[in-house]
């Protein structure tokens, strides 16, 4: 599902239990300088990750001072997180003169510990390359390193390399538990463009040879993957980036079932294995 950019005035682009994609919560909250954002999710476990602005986070009682950072836009320095335990009331603060900060959530009933996830402890990942037009750079932000932290939330940015390609390919899909072959993890993405008005294709393909569907996404496109293959693209002369939240429905390690008619693709995109053990 495609939900277009709208000005969602703090509140959940995509709330608990939504009919959709109900192991995930996501919201995008706005501040200017001073403006404080307060909230608590029963049953989710959370991520606050700032997608350009500085903040200070609290979290009943722990402190991250000075998370994010970046500038104009997700391209202006890494990506920075704090781990909120289910349930539990998380507040920041806006220390830069404007902020736009992602909350991600994954359905989860344990409470763990909270921690802040600095731009040197992110796991990154690089792969694929231009010939194939799959040149892509991952940096997770609660990702492997973080594996024995978190319950079942993944939270990564996504990057094209250079202008135009493909992501999710060799198509993919993740909607049963069965494994060792496949997990159930829902999956939203949020996507960005540079230079802003770029824009490209969400595909989503139920079932193996048959047709699908297709979004055209534009700078600040949600997308929700509850069940199907799931490759999008973008068009030459642009670069993309999507904030990708995954919540798995048993385990949090992802188990990727890559599409019979093109799995032979593996094969030829470099770096792609070491991708797909990352998602831990």
């Given amino acids: ?33 001073g403006e404080t954002f307060g909230y608590a ?9 700032p997608a350009t602005g500085l903040i200070d986070v609290s979290v009943e009682g722990f402190e991250a001072s000075q998370i994010g950072g970046r500038g104009v836009d997700v391209w202006d320095g890494e990506p920075e997180g704090v781990y909120v335990p289910t349930g539990m009331e998380a507040t920041f603060t806006c220390l ?11 359905k989860f009933e344990d409470v763990l510990e909270p921690f802040a996830v600095r731009a040197n402890e992110i796991d990154l990942v690089q792969y694929g390359s231009d010939e194939t037009k799959t040149h892509r750079k991952i940096k997770h932000i609660l990702g492997q ?20 390609g493909w992501s999710g390919f060799p198509s993919h899909k993740h909607d049963t538990d069965r494994l060792p072959d496949e997990t159930r993890h829902d999956e939203t993405y949020n996507f960005r463009f540079k230079p802003n008005y770029g824009s490209g294709l969400q595909m989503l393909q139920r079932d193996d040879n048959e047709p699908g569907d297709a ?11 509850d069940k199907g293959y ?13 904030f990708t939240i995954l919540g798995g429905l048993s385990q949090r390690a992802l188990v990727q079932y890559f599409q019979e008619t093109h799995k032979e693709q593996l094969h030829t995109i470099p770096g792609i294995l070491d991708m797909v053990a990352k998602f831990k």
């Fill in 215 to 225: 979004y055209h996404i534009v700078d600040g496109s949600t997308i929700c993957i």
């Fill in 41 to 49: 999710v029963p049953g989710y476990e959370t991520c606050i990750a």
């Fill in 145 to 164: 390193k973080q594996k024995d932290r978190v319950g079942r939330l993944l939270v990564s940015e996504l990057f094209t390399v250079g202008a135009g």
């Fill in 96 to 106: 830069s003169d404007t902020a736009e900060i992602f909350v991600a959530g994954a």
């Fill in 230 to 242: 799931h490759p999008c693209c973008v068009l030459p002369g642009y670069e993309m980036y999507y």
């Fill in 1 to 33: 599902m495609h939900i277009a950019p709208f000005d969602n005035q703090n509140t959940p682009i995509v709330d608990v239990d939504d009919s959709l994609v109900p192991l995930n919560y996501f919201n995008i909250v706005k501040l200017k300088k």
